[in-house]
Structures are given as C-alpha cells and as structure tokens.
C-alpha cells in the first residue's frame, strides 16, 4: 500500500501507532519446608541449604564438584530425606515448549533441584514468552523504515520555502488520529445496525402468542422480582396493536425497562412503531442516518485528506491538518451520537427510540418467561 500510495489504506489496516517493544518478565520461586525441634540443628541445616541452592561462597574456598563440595551435597540430600523436606517449585512466564526429554521442574529430591533449576533457566531465554510487564507504543512517523515508505524525507517546496520534515510528521500523526476515530465510530454504528437488524429476525421469527408472554432479559444485568412487577404496571393498558401512543422508551426516567422489557414491546419498538415516521421500520431510519453520515462527513474527510497537495500525492495530508478543512473541522461530528442534519452533525436524537442504548441492552434478545405470564392487557395480537 506504501509502495502505491495509499496512505489511507496503510492507517485503516496499521493504525497511528504501534508496539516498538515489550518488557517481558519469568520468575521461578522455590520453597524449602521442613521441621526440626533442634534450634542448632535448623541453623546448621538452613546454612547448609543455602549454600547448596545459591553456590558456595568464594570465601569457603571450596570449588564445585570437589570432594568438600561433594560432602556438602550429600548432607543437605540426607537432612533433606531425614526431615521430611517438602520442596515446592512456582514459575511464572515459562516457555513450556521449550521442555526436552530429561527436563524437569519437580524435584523428587535436592539430587534433582539442579536439574530443576538448569530446566527453569532454558525456559526463561526465550524473548517471546514471559509476563507482559509493559508495552511501548510510539507512532508510525518514528519508524526509520516507515518514514522511508512515505518519502518523509523527500524535499516539498511551497511559497514560504521548504516544507518542514518535522511538520510533515506532526500532521500525518494528527491526521491519522483523526482517521482511525472516524473509522472507529463508523464501524460502532454499523456493528449496532447489523445487532439491532439480528434482533428483528429474532423476534419476527417467533409466533405472536409466544411473544406476548415472552420478556427479553438485559444482556449484562440481573433482573428481581420487583422488575418484574414495574414492567407489568408499565406496559398495563397500552395498545401495541398501534403506533405512537405507549411511552417513549426511556428506562433512565421511569425504571420500568431497566433490566428486562416485554418480547411484543420490543418488537413494537423495533417495528418504528413509536417514530413520527412509523411507515419505517427503526432499522430502516437510523440506517438512513448512518448513511448520511458517511456520505457528507465521512466520505468528503478522507477524500480531502487524501488528496493531492505541492504536487505530491496524498500531500494534503502531510502538509496540513483536519482542522484546517471545512468537510473535516465538524468537531461534532466525532462523537457516536452524533448525527447529520443538512449541513452539519447535531447531537439531537433523530428517533424517539434511544436505538443505540436498546440494543446495547437487549439485542441480542435472551427470551425468558412462561406460558402463564403475560405482561399487557389490550395488544391485538395478544389474548
């Protein structure tokens, strides 16, 4: 993508930044149990132990695989068997594919704890294993390599002289910031078009009468009895056999349909029943939303983004920033809520219905309830 110059399509795929490193810790922790009524004896037996498992000081003067050596090994293997030494072995971030026939991490005796710890030790040299400890994130203009796949270095002549290279690197930071936030939010609202139009062939696909003494729970929170009993009085006397007049979907305010909501209200809301323009279904409108806009915001962005500046392709957006731009400067634009109203994004919902926070709640629908419950009384689809 480098190579043909498409920089948008290099910041979709990579983003703005990536990982320059990884800090990656293993630990191996042993624990050596015994006990022994001899207070002198645990001295001598401690002393022992730590200098079999951490090596003989240089000050004993006693040299691995000598005869004192020797000695030493085999009393802390006889306390060891005499007193009942449990030895414990914990690791954390240990290349266990690394382990070969012979390796070993359970030591059946202090004979074996050499063993253990040479295994232990092969285990820890591998870089790409270990407990992740920190992560360093830099932008992709820091990237020697990068740089040279963008030409950052190439000279750009505008009236005022020489383009810096470090403006350059600035804007296409800030630029693709603001690319891969429009790209989050429009992947957002179409991944709830796509939860919300999955709810609708749900619920249409279940019969009416089962619907209407069916509830749909929330897919995070645990409902009560009590919420029961507030959707029932809530939905008591209204008529989803007709558009516009139950109450607006509003939990926040009354409660009602906080934690679980009606299988047939759900669908009746889903249906644009409680919309001015009930002839569509709720898909349908905010659809039509989502659509417009990608068509004058989304769209118009990248294209001015990505267009041709000082006779370099895609130089606009090394040589300039987004704000600079009317079809990108719409700050409000940027939040999720947003929509496009004529010539600019408003934060005034469109629909009556809050669609994104119903179908965060309730799509995909978890059905629950029985043949005995019904939870409204004049539904002309419900008896």
């Keep these: 993508m480098l190579g043909r110059e498409d920089y948008i399509g290099v910041i979709s795929s990579c983003g703005p930044v990536y990982v320059r490193g990884i800090r990656r810790t293993a630990e191996v922790l042993t624990h050596f149990t015994f006990v022994s009524l ?14 079999d498992v951490n090596g003989i000081k240089n000050s004993d003067n006693v040299k691995k695989g000598s005869q004192s050596a ?77 740089q040279q796949g963008l030409n950052m270095d ?25 690319i891969v936030k429009l790209e989050q939010i429009s992947r957002f609202k179409f991944n709830m078009i796509q939860s919300l139009s999955q709810c609708m062939k749900i619920l249409w696909g279940m019969p009416a009468s089962e619907r209407c003494h ?46 679980l909501i009606s299988a047939e209200r759900l669908k009746w809301l889903l249906d644009g029943m409680n919309e001015d323009a009930h002839q569509d279904f709720l898909l349908q409108t905010v659809t039509n939303h989502h659509r417009d806009w990608m068509n ?56 009556r219905t809050d669609w994104i926070t119903l179908t965060q709640s309730f799509c995909m629908p978890e059905i629950g309830g029985t043949s005995e419950d019904t939870y409204w009384g004049t539904s002309r689809n419900c008896t």
């Excluded at 005796?109 to 285990?123: C, N, P, Q, R």
């Excluded at 000279?155 to 290279?165: A, E, K, L, Q």
Aim: glycine share 6%; net charge neutral.
């Design 296 to 351: 004058y915001y989304f769209g118009p962005c990248l294209k001015k983004l990505s267009s041709s500046r000082y006779g370099i392709q895609g130089g606009m957006l090394f040589t300039s920033h987004w704000m600079e731009h009317d079809e990108c400067n719409k700050i409000t634009c940027l939040m999720e809520t947003a929509y496009w109203d004529s010539d600019k994004c408003t934060l005034v919902q469109p629909t």
């Design 214 to 259: 069916s509830f749909v729970r929330h897919r995070k929170y645990e409902y009560t009895n009590s919420d029961k009993e507030d959707m029932q009085v809530h939905l008591r006397g209204k008529n989803l056999g007709v558009f516009n007049l139950a109450d607006t979907y509003s939990w926040q305010q009354t409660g009602a349909e906080q934690y």
């Design 154 to 178: 190439s000279v750009i002549m505008y009236p005022n002289g020489r383009f810096p290279t470090f403006l350059k690197q600035m804007y296409f930071s800030n630029n693709s910031e603001h």
């Design 38 to 51: 001899d207070v002198t004896l645990n001295k001598e037996i401690s002393l022992a132990f730590k200098q």
């Design 70 to 146: 020797n000695n030493k090994k085999k009393k802390t293997s006889f306390f060891a068997s005499s007193k009942n030494m449990i030895i414990t072995v914990q690791g954390w971030g240990l290349d266990m594919s690394s382990m070969e026939d012979g390796d070993s991490l359970i030591p059946r005796s202090m004979d074996d704890y050499d063993l253990v710890i040479s295994s232990a030790f092969k285990m820890m040299t591998n870089s790409r294993t270990g407990i992740i400890q920190s992560i360093e994130v830099v932008p992709w203009d820091t990237n020697a390599q990068f």
